[in-house]
């Protein structure tokens, strides 16, 4: 997530109660919420209330700090283009069973991209071949709500393509601009144009076709669509001010033995005050969106720290319906978090995926901790990020990921 997240994944409820959600705290909100409680400055806030957006900017002149604000600790330190890449581009390897082992995996990718290629060069052959129709009702317009015949494929593309990489391209346009490169908005546009074409890359890898339609659709129409809609001053002061938008992402690390790339994904973060009842000041709804799907709560703490709980579904694997024209569903499976953030970078993730996996794949995690740099401190390491998997065929899974956002692991005891 992101599909490049998962096609006809059921999270339409999810999309509908977001969208209400935000029209709610639109409308509730906003002649509530002041200044100070949606700027957080660079030292940590005093107030229990603060709704963990990151700094407006200091002046007109300053690069703008709406959705990355330099933070030395949790998921934001780790935040730069080689780990958007990695955790953007193989985000479908957090689903079950999907093939990590990367290196082994270059000669399909290389044949992948050229089926992506192929189709960004004739789109109308891409199209035609899913059918044109079929395109409009369940990759465009809101016309289909089930997964049969691929319906419903247009919430993973509002939701991750639109909104989420939309929200993490302005993100990434601050990151360039933050230290003074020339152009922020052109390369964060290669950067995630980059991590998107990766994205369709690993998944037509594990699902090849000739012509691609998702890819067509995802890439001219939903991430560009999302680029542009947060080159719009009012959208991203939507989204920092009276909503709160941000991503949570894995920690990649290199595991051996097995070399094999594990803990990339990218979840979505929608979150706002609870409007018009008093005394739920320091409450806020959670929406979460990705590979997994997670409905919860955010309790702040003071200081800037915000403690949640969630639950929801996860992807666990992916059903081709029709190899020819492309069309898939996905099987799910629950899960449930608590997850510890600082001013919305997060510091420490708790996960359970409840039930068998659907094909009981021994080396996927069952249990997951994830630990961020600034949290724990490793005598003459410093204060990396750090992660562990329980996994459902027995042993376990560790990593320590450095600043940079890439990381080393071992697995040991898998079945």
């Known amino acids: 997530m992101h599909e490049s997240r998962m096609k006809a994944f059921p999270g339409t409820a999810g999309l509908i109660a977001a969208c209400a959600a935000l029209l709610w705290s639109a409308t509730g909100c906003a002649s509530r919420i002041d200044v100070q409680d949606v700027t957080v400055p660079h030292a940590a806030s005093d107030s229990s209330t603060s709704s963990n957006a990151s700094p407006a900017p200091d002046s007109s002149t300053s690069p703008e700090r709406r959705f990355y604000a330099g933070r030395t600790y949790g998921s934001e330190a780790q935040f730069n283009p080689m780990s958007q890449f990695l955790n ?14 990367v290196v082994e995996m270059l000669p399909r990718y290389r044949t992948a991209a050229q089926n992506v290629l192929r189709s ?27 997964p049969e015949d ?31 490169m020339p152009h922020p908005g052109a390369l964060s546009f290669v950067t995630m144009t980059a991590s998107h074409f990766m994205n369709e890359v690993v998944e037509n890898a594990m699902t090849p076709r000739y012509y691609d339609s998702d890819a067509v659709i995802d890439l001219y129409l ?35 033995p097995g070399g094999t790339l594990e803990n990339t994904g990218q979840l979505f973060i929608l979150r706002g005050h609870v409007p018009f009842v008093r005394g739920l000041e320091s409450w806020r709804w959670m929406y979460g969106f990705g590979v997994t799907s997670l409905f919860g709560i955010t309790r702040d703490a003071g200081s800037g720290y915000g403690i949640s709980a969630a639950a929801g579904i996860d992807a666990v694997d992916v059903v081709v319906l029709d190899s020819v024209k492309g069309t898939k569903t996905v099987k799910l499976r629950p899960t449930g978090g608590v997850f510890l953030d600082r001013e919305g970078s997060l510091l420490v993730s708790v996960m359970k995926e409840y039930g068998r996996g659907v094909k009981d794949y021994g080396s996927d995690a069952n ?29 376990i899974r560790i990593g320590v990921v450095s600043r940079a956002g890439l990381g080393l692991g071992v697995v040991s005891g898998r079945r």
């Open 120 to 146: 960004l060069n004739r789109p109308d052959r891409a199209i035609g071949q899913y059918g044109w129709m079929r395109t409009l009702r369940n990759e465009i317009l809101p016309l289909t709500f089930t």
């Open 222 to 256: 939903f991430d560009t669509g999302g680029f542009l809609l947060f080159r719009n001053a009012g959208v991203r002061r939507f989204f920092s001010e009276t909503v709160q938008l941000t991503n949570w992402p894995g920690q990649p690390t290199w595991v051996e």
């Open 88 to 101: 953007e581009g193989f985000d479908m390897l957090s689903v079950d069973g999907w093939d990590r082992q």
């Open 150 to 180: 691929g319906g419903g494929a247009w919430v993973p593309n509002y939701e991750f393509h639109l909104l989420g990489s939309g929200m993490v391209s302005a993100r990434m346009t601050e990151w360039y601009a933050q230290r003074g």
């Open 367 to 395: 249990f997951s901790i994830n630990v961020y740099p600034g949290v724990v401190r490793v005598p003459g390491v410093g204060m990396p990020g750090m992660w562990v998997h329980s996994l459902r065929g027995g042993g």
